[in-house]
């Protein structure tokens, strides 16, 4: 399970502030990813980074925000902007995003419990 | 994009039994469907995958079988264990935005009766 960490484990945030979540991998991996987790509904992809300094949005990208600047890090702000934060967020890394096979494994994080007071 | 359905969300199968969890793709130019098991309170984990130049795939007590024409694959477990019992999802890569990404299906909750 080593080579991609999340933090922290549970975050707490009350309405109208920013909190940012940690992700950090020492895979080498190119590709990370952000997914949110809510019960019955799987992983939805919020952003995606395929190379340093560049990121695209995913399907549920509003009240995110997300910097590439070095290869092992990709976090995560949830805005104030985003009306219904609280769910479990997952970061994930791959070789080579795009590719049919192997390199297109996506390693996940532990993973962030986010809640809203 | 690509849109992936998954069925059913949720599973009950008697220890020793098998189990069959169905899921369905768009996009005709999707080409590998890996399948990932989320233990409960733990990351999701790839367990098997294929690609759509291949109909069927094993791993032991686990199977993939994928039809393109009809545009679904199904993840087969055999003679379940209790330590199946988790929730697997399965995934497709196909066109997302102007790059190849993976889509998600809503998972399937996997219980193994003792």
């Known amino acids: 399970d080593g080579g991609i960490t999340q933090s922290p484990k549970y975050l707490f945030r009350k309405e109208g502030q920013n909190v940012t979540l940690s992700c950090e991998q020492n895979?080498?991996?190119?590709?990370m990813y952000w997914y949110r987790q809510d019960p019955g509904q799987g992983l939805r992809l919020i952003y995606y980074?395929?190379?340093?300094?560049?990121?695209q949005k995913g399907d549920i990208a509003e009240g995110y925000s997300v910097s590439r600047e070095k290869k092992e890090s990709f976090p995560l702000t949830v805005t104030s902007a985003q009306k219904n934060p609280t769910a479990f967020y997952l970061c994930?890394?791959?070789?080579?995003?795009?590719?049919?096979?192997?390199?297109?494994?996506?390693?996940f994080g532990p993973g962030t419990r986010l809640t809203v007071l | 994009g690509e849109n992936v359905e998954q069925h059913p969300s949720t599973l009950s199968v008697q220890e020793g039994d098998s189990a069959v969890i169905k899921c369905t793709y768009s996009?005709?130019?999707?080409?590998?469907f890996p399948w990932y098991k989320q233990e409960l309170g733990k990351r999701p984990q790839l367990i098997i995958d294929?690609?759509?130049?291949?109909g069927e795939k094993k791993d032991q007590r686990i199977a993939v079988t994928l039809n393109k024409t009809a545009k679904h694959f199904s993840l087969h477990i055999t003679e379940t264990q209790p330590e199946d019992s988790a929730v697997y999802f399965c995934?497709?890569?196909?066109?997302?935005?102007?790059?190849?990404?993976?889509?998600f299906g809503s998972g399937t909750q996997l219980t193994v009766l003792p």
């Open positions: 994930a890394s791959s070789t080579h995003p795009g590719l049919a096979g192997p390199y297109n494994e996506q390693f």
């Open positions: 895979l080498n991996h190119d590709a």
């Open positions: 980074s395929q190379i340093v300094n560049d990121f």
């Open positions: 996009d005709s130019a999707s080409n590998y």
């Open positions: 294929i690609r759509s130049n291949v």
């Open positions: 995934a497709a890569l196909g066109e997302s935005g102007s790059a190849r990404q993976l889509t």
